[in-house]
């Protein structure tokens, strides 16, 4: 099983910075990894897959780098929605797996 | 639209078999490369992928959890059934399901019912 480790646990940000969320694959999984995004209380989000292509109705302001094992997410000027749990997955190998997510909180 | 929804109970008693249903609008399970998957999150935990079921009735499982589980779906009646049995407190969770899009090899999901709690307590 591929394990995922995302850091760091927590991000404080302020709003109008960048956030630079990172990922990393116990072994390579190439560019097949997805990045979700979940608030309190709700589901999560799909953001990006294929390690950088933003899903449907996602901004621009959300991009996503990276393949082989070293995977970033990058929110280019945090907005106050922006603040949630952020979690990547891998679904190169079976069984797919998530990394245990990264909180980014207002600083 | 794409909607999902689970249903079931939000209490269980350890040893009892959950059984949760995913009923989804906005699709076909018929439709090649679609499926369902079923997602947990224990409160305040990562989330874990349980099972998928794909349009062809093609399944698989969480290697660590297959033993108990079984996913079924009735294309006819846009539903996705999920068993898991002998419960123990460590699967008290939320449970989601979440749609697979076609037209890629890539196991993800782009859309999420609201999740349920169960509960698993004496």
């Known amino acids: 099983e591929i394990v995922m480790t995302q850091s760091p646990a927590t991000l404080s940000v302020s709003p109008g910075e960048r956030a630079t969320l990172s990922c990393r694959a116990s072994q390579s999984v190439s560019s097949n990894l997805a990045w979700y995004q979940q608030k309190p209380g709700q589901a999560p989000r799909l953001l990006i897959y294929?390690?950088?292509t933003r899903a449907t109705g996602i901004p621009a302001r959300f991009s996503g780098s990276g393949s082989g094992t070293e995977f970033t997410l990058t929110i280019s000027s945090l907005q106050s929605e922006d603040f949630a749990v952020y979690y990547c997955q891998q679904y190169n190998n079976w069984p797919i797996t998530f990394g245990q997510g990264t909180r980014l909180e207002i600083k | 639209q794409i909607t999902l929804k689970e249903s079931g109970p939000t209490l269980v008693k350890p040893t009892q078999t959950l059984t949760l249903t995913c009923t989804f609008s906005?699709?076909?399970?018929?439709?090649?490369?679609?499926?369902v998957g079923w997602i947990r999150q224990p409160p305040g935990k990562a989330l874990e992928w349980l099972a998928l079921?794909?349009?062809?009735?093609?399944?698989r499982y969480s290697p660590s959890l297959k033993s108990r589980l079984t996913i079924t779906k009735d294309t006819s009646k846009n539903q996705v059934v999920l068993t898991m049995t002998n419960m123990d407190p460590v699967d008290t969770a939320t449970y989601y399901c979440?749609?697979?899009?076609?037209?890629?090899?890539?196991?993800?999901?782009?859309?999420w019912g609201q999740g349920t709690l169960v509960t698993v307590s004496s």
């Open positions: 906005g699709f076909s399970l018929s439709t090649s490369g679609v499926g």
């Open positions: 294929g390690a950088s």
């Open positions: 979440a749609h697979r899009p076609a037209g890629t090899p890539a196991v993800l999901f782009d859309y």
């Open positions: 079921i794909y349009w062809d009735d093609d399944k």
